[in-house]
């Protein structure tokens, strides 16, 4: 679990309501204090205080945050005042979109969320956008990226640690067959890792580097510049690896010539309270600089500040 620096002693939800009316208030807006309070509140709390805010004003908090601040800074707030779900279904919609659409965000929140939580966010869609996230992947994606992208988003795998290593080599056998014959797309391939848990998934992957001497990513390899290969990978990473997947995005939307900003912010608002730290520790391994450098590095002002607080290492 990242640390996410709550304060010992934290105001009730009433006086976090009334700091954050008073940082709206006026000419200028108090983005310390909306940092202050919101990046140092867990699920629960921040989720108890838009309950309140709307309560004690009838306005919404969300639309509030939306028309006071701007940029980046705002998507980062946002996003992380969501609840999980309602912040999963929103970038999940907005991966549909024809000026926003990401066969990658899409596969990344399939592949990396848990069964139940996956779920969650599939009813969260419901709510929201009146149809389901089904229909509108498989609506907004095509060929090989939808045969693979409905199934995923519609999984919901077994969460149990329990193998079956007589399975786990058999498949193994399976995938490699298919990959030696180039069928990249095959059922054979979607079946076992749109439904297999990914306790069994790794069993496979271990077996495969067993049996055939290459991590099946590697032999994934055969084209550099294929895009469904690419994102065929990832895939795989996410299920069973996530770190190491969440570490090379991170690293991309970093060293890139200019910051891939909805990356970052992503990628921080939906790990800080999962994995974050052990994305920062796959980063350090990987680039040896803390992530937290690097992020300080590549930003700056309230952006900056929202991020490292996220991450907790400010003060503020």
Not at 89 to 117: D, F, G
Request: hydrophobic residues 35%; aromatic residues 8%; proline residues 3%.
């Amino acid at each position: 679990m990242a640390t996410l620096k709550v304060p010992s002693t934290v105001p009730s939800p009433s006086e976090d309501c009334e700091q954050l009316q008073k940082a709206f208030a006026g000419w200028g807006t108090n983005e310390a204090l909306i940092i202050e309070i919101l990046a140092h509140r867990n699920g629960d709390q921040r989720k108890k205080i838009r309950e309140t805010y709307f309560e004690t004003y009838g306005e919404d908090l969300l639309k509030d945050l939306d028309s006071e601040l701007s940029s980046d800074f705002q998507r980062a707030v946002l996003l992380w005042t969501l609840e999980p779900a309602e912040r999963d279904a929103y970038l999940a919609n907005e991966a549909t979109k024809k000026l926003t659409a990401s066969n990658w965000v899409l596969m990344e929140i399939a592949c990396t969320r848990s069964s139940s939580q996956l779920l969650d966010v599939r009813k969260a869609y419901h709510v929201k956008y009146k149809k389901s996230i089904e229909e509108d992947v498989a609506h907004h994606t095509s060929g090989d990226f939808r045969k693979l992208l409905v199934p995923l988003v519609s999984a919901f795998r077994y969460e149990g640690d329990e193998v079956n290593m007589t399975l786990a080599k058999s498949e193994a056998k399976i995938v490699h067959q298919k990959i030696c014959d180039k069928a990249y797309t095959d059922d054979e391939i979607i079946r076992i890792l749109t439904t297999r848990s990914k306790a069994q998934l790794n069993a496979t992957c271990n077996q495969y580097n067993n049996q055939f001497g290459n991590a099946i990513t590697k032999d994934l390899k055969a084209n550099p510049e294929d895009e469904f290969l690419k994102f065929l990978r990832s895939t795989i990473k996410c299920l069973t690896v996530p770190e190491k997947y969440y570490e090379k995005l991170l690293r991309l939307a970093i060293n890139k010539l200019g910051t891939d900003e909805l990356a970052l912010t992503r990628v921080v608002t939906t790990r800080a309270e999962v994995d974050l730290q052990r994305i920062a520790e796959e980063y350090q391994r990987r680039n040896s600089v803390p992530l937290d450098r690097a992020i300080a590095g590549d930003t700056s002002g309230d952006y900056e500040k929202m991020l490292l607080a996220l991450m907790g290492h400010c003060d503020a």
